[in-house]
């Protein structure tokens, strides 16, 4: 395991449109999260948390800055290079869980390494080890509107988890759930980071930023404050 | 003070000597409330001249097991039936000094910082102190309790920001 963070934002800015009406959303914001690390980022709404997970996860190109994600500069990979690592490292948890309605809970977790061209049995042991993970196995065969909104969002998880990503990328993912649901989706990105991922949250609930090795306060798209990583005791 | 309460909630359970109250106590609150053995005693005693406990005899080793009585589960009962009320709690000094910060016109938005920091790490000592935790449901939920109140601060601290930052007040003093 190489000491490298699996991800790095190094002065990583991000304006949206030009001249007297642009905007930045992000402002030279440096950050690295390590295997192993739960990172929380907390902020008003505005203060650039949602574009800060869209930057780490590829999902949008910065102004000036480079991230890096397993040790690889994202600037210099074309859009299919892009792509290919996206979803092969990168796992993404929204509050819209995004499962596909017509895709049983196995076969939504199944997707995205099908379509990294793993076999579908293969991808089949692998989605079935993911809902394991979740503590799903039972409602595999199940639809979306089957099952109830946390299991839906454990779901979205396993997704999130499948195959080898050690990077996990989650925006609100409690959602709307009740505090003991929600503390259920903190305890699995927790046990993951314990096994060796690394993962970013944005929340806005304290409650579930409290389960991170180290909280980073955004304000006007810049850190403004961050609780120090707690001793290493896990 | 509730620490004679809660003896009785210990005490209705069956006769108990005082040291035994006094792990009990702190294995329900989660260690959150230490009390010394001297104090055990003393409440113990006042309890005694009040009729709410009787000591039964000596032993041996000079411990005395102590009995609820009537009064005692009286007491007991009207303890669990009556809310807490708001002025019996202890002022909060952090609600002071933000109030103070203001009304003497000093920079807040420092103070509020440094606190949302502080308050944050708490936070994540707590959750990983729930985490670590194997112990029974009430030191469970009164770790819970302070999940919440650390919650509930920080949720004040983004309030008083907004607040602040929305206050003409306060931003003719920035300018």
Known sequence: ?234 | MAIRQGLLALLSQGPRYGYQLRAEFEASTGATWPLNIGQVYTTLSRMERDGLVAPGEQDDQGRVVYTITEAGRAEMERWFGTPVAQSDRPRDELVIKLAMAVTAAADVRPVIQAQRVATMRTLQELTRAKRASVAGPAQRLVLDSMIFQAEAEQRWLDHCEAVLTASPQTQERQT
């Open chain 1, 1 to 234: 395991m190489s000491f490298d963070p699996v991800v790095r934002l190094a002065g990583v800015s991000r304006v949206h449109g030009d001249g007297p009406q642009a905007v930045a959303a992000l402002r030279e914001v440096s950050l690295d999260v390590a295997a192993g690390e739960l990172v929380a980022v907390m902020g008003p709404s505005g203060s650039g948390k949602s574009t800060l997970l869209n930057l780490a996860g590829g999902l949008d190109r910065p102004t000036s800055g480079e991230v890096v994600v397993e040790g690889r500069p994202l600037s210099g990979l074309s859009a299919g290079d892009l792509a290919g690592l996206r979803r092969r490292h990168v796992g993404y948890v929204f509050q819209d869980l995004n499962l596909i309605p017509s895709l049983t809970a196995a076969e939504n977790v199944m997707l995205p390494r099908e379509l990294d061209g793993v076999r579908m049995g293969q991808a089949r042991r692998e989605a079935m080890a993911a809902l394991e993970e979740v503590g799903l196995a039972e409602v595999a065969g199940r639809f979306p509107e089957e099952i109830s909104g946390g299991q839906r969002q454990r779901v979205a998880i396993a997704r999130a988890l499948v195959g080898e990503r050690r990077l996990i990328l989650a925006d609100e993912p409690t959602g709307a759930l009740d505090t003991p649901t929600g503390d259920d989706v903190l305890q699995l990105l927790r046990a993951r980071c314990d096994a060796g991922a690394a993962a970013l949250l944005v929340t806005h609930e304290p409650r579930y930023a409290g389960w991170a090795d180290r909280v980073v306060f955004l304000r006007d798209g810049a850190i403004a404050d961050s609780t120090l990583p707690l001793e290493s005791a896990r």
